[in-house]
């Protein structure tokens, strides 16, 4: 390094004692050499060292040649930390801890419905827009999963709005047309009952209109049944199928959610739960983290002018259970063969178990 001044420079040179023109360090292969500093290496054997061991000392000393190098050092330092500031989304910005706002249990239900109430009429546009329209082909995977057949007796829970009602009810109808012409298929179409079950009325007012939309309004396939997850009102044994999607996390006790679930399905019938989940990649997990807790909220507060509930479900995924965890819970309430599918890394997790 070459130091003119206090500015260095390409080279291996640097000024042992007060800057000036011609004092400074000059090496090669064979030697070193200290202009107006010290006497000629060639009086001496070991002279060349002993430059050597003075240099170092001055530069961890922090003496003319040392100060520049420390203040590169320090510059360096700034120059990637600004750099990493800079780009906050490929990096971990949350603190490791993150403090979430503490619900009790006895005012989580209302609280709950109040979220929903606030965003029932933007949710599915806030779905696409959270998740780049992926819920769609979520949903689609849960349904393939259940297999749904002509005459079924289903129950799908917190599906107010009848995004998954919709997508079974489409694929019996399509199991139905493949057998075109046979009338046992047409007779069992008709006994075919899907029930949507959500314990928030503005949220099944918008489902009802969507079904209308379809032209569904009258459809006797389709029953929409205000009703908590926790305490519901249907038969024991009564369901071939109990579908939940982005549902379960909001249940203020997941367990009875689940000993229901049990409870209503017929021996050999299937639970499903799609549901958003933990990401464990390093890397992924950090761009989740900060584009759940920056640009969620944000998004919720400019198209549905509400943050609060936004944040709330953000957070509301943070404290839901890890998939094995959830698997166990599905295991302990009763279900055989309980497994689960990442969708995305583990942004989404649909968790599935059968009833013996």
Same mark, same amino acid.
């Given at each position: 390094?070459?130091?003119r001044?206090?500015?260095?420079?390409l080279?291996c040179s640097a000024?042992l004692?007060?800057?000036?023109p011609?004092?400074?360090i000059?090496?090669?292969?064979?030697s070193?050499t200290?202009?107006?500093?010290?006497?000629h290496p060639?009086?001496?054997?070991?002279?060349g060292?002993?430059?050597?061991?003075?240099?170092?000392h001055?530069?961890t000393a922090g003496?003319?040649?040392g100060v520049p190098y420390?203040?590169r050092r320090v510059?360096?330092r700034?120059?990637r930390?600004r750099?990493?500031?800079?780009a906050?989304?490929l990096?971990?910005?949350?603190?490791?801890r993150?403090r979430?706002?503490?619900?009790r249990?006895?005012?989580?239900?209302?609280m709950v419905g109040?979220?929903?109430?606030?965003v029932a009429s933007?949710y599915?546009v806030?779905?696409?827009?959270m998740?780049?329209g992926?819920h769609r082909?979520?949903?689609e995977r849960?349904?393939?999963?259940?297999n749904?057949?002509?005459?079924?007796?289903?129950?799908?829970v917190?599906g107010?709005?009848g995004d998954?009602?919709?997508?079974?009810l489409?694929?019996?109808? $399509?199991? !139905?047309? +493949?057998a075109?012409?046979d009338?046992?298929?047409?007779?069992? &179409? /008709?006994e075919t009952?899907?029930f949507?079950c959500?314990?928030n009325p503005n949220?099944?007012?918008v489902g009802?209109?969507?079904?209308?939309?379809?032209?569904?309004g009258d459809?006797?396939?389709l029953?929409?049944?205000?009703?908590?997850a926790?305490k519901?009102?249907?038969?024991d044994?009564s369901?071939?199928?109990?579908t939940i999607?982005?549902?379960?996390?909001?249940?203020?006790?997941?367990?009875k959610?689940? $000993?229901e !679930?049990? +409870?209503?399905?017929?021996?050999?019938?299937?639970?499903?739960c &799609? /549901?958003l989940s933990?990401?464990e990649?390093?890397?992924?997990?950090?761009l989740?983290d900060?584009?759940?807790?920056?640009?969620?909220?944000?998004?919720?507060e400019l198209v549905?002018?509400d943050r609060?509930?936004?944040?709330y479900l953000?957070?509301?995924?943070?404290?839901?259970?890890?998939q094995?965890?959830?698997a166990?819970?599905i295991?302990?309430?009763?279900?055989?063969?309980?497994?689960y599918?990442?969708?995305?890394?583990?942004?989404?997790?649909i968790?599935s178990?059968?009833?013996?």
């Open positions: 390094m070459r130091i001044g206090n500015k260095p420079t080279g000024s004692s007060t800057p000036s011609s004092s400074s000059s090496s090669d292969s064979s070193i200290a202009a107006n500093s010290f006497p060639s009086s001496h054997r070991w002279h060292l002993d430059l050597l061991v003075k240099a170092i001055q530069v003496s003319v040649i420390i203040q510059t360096i700034r120059r930390r750099a990493l500031d800079s906050p989304f990096f971990h910005q949350l603190p490791p993150r979430f706002k503490e619900v249990e006895e005012e989580k239900s209302q109040n979220v929903f109430t606030s933007s599915d806030m779905n696409d827009l998740s780049g992926l082909l979520w949903k849960l349904v393939s999963k259940l749904p057949f002509p005459g079924m007796k289903h129950l799908d917190a107010g709005t998954v009602a919709f997508r079974i489409d694929s019996i109808h $399509a199991v !139905a047309h +493949r075109v012409g009338i046992h298929d047409d007779n069992l &179409l /008709e009952q899907i949507v959500d314990i949220m099944l007012r009802r209109k969507r079904a209308q939309e379809r032209g569904l459809s006797k396939s029953i929409w049944v205000e009703g908590d926790e519901l009102t249907f038969s044994a369901m071939d199928g109990y999607a982005f549902g379960i996390r909001n249940v203020t006790h997941i367990e959610a689940l $000993a !679930a049990y +409870r209503v399905l017929k021996p050999g019938g299937r639970f499903l &799609l /549901e933990h990401v990649l390093p890397i992924f997990k950090d989740y900060y584009y759940s807790f920056s640009v969620i909220p944000k998004v919720g549905a002018g609060e509930s936004y944040q953000v957070e509301s995924i943070r404290r839901f259970p890890k094995e965890k959830f166990t819970m295991a302990e309430a009763g279900f055989q063969k309980v497994e599918e990442n969708l995305v890394g583990g942004v989404v997790a968790h178990g059968l009833k013996f």
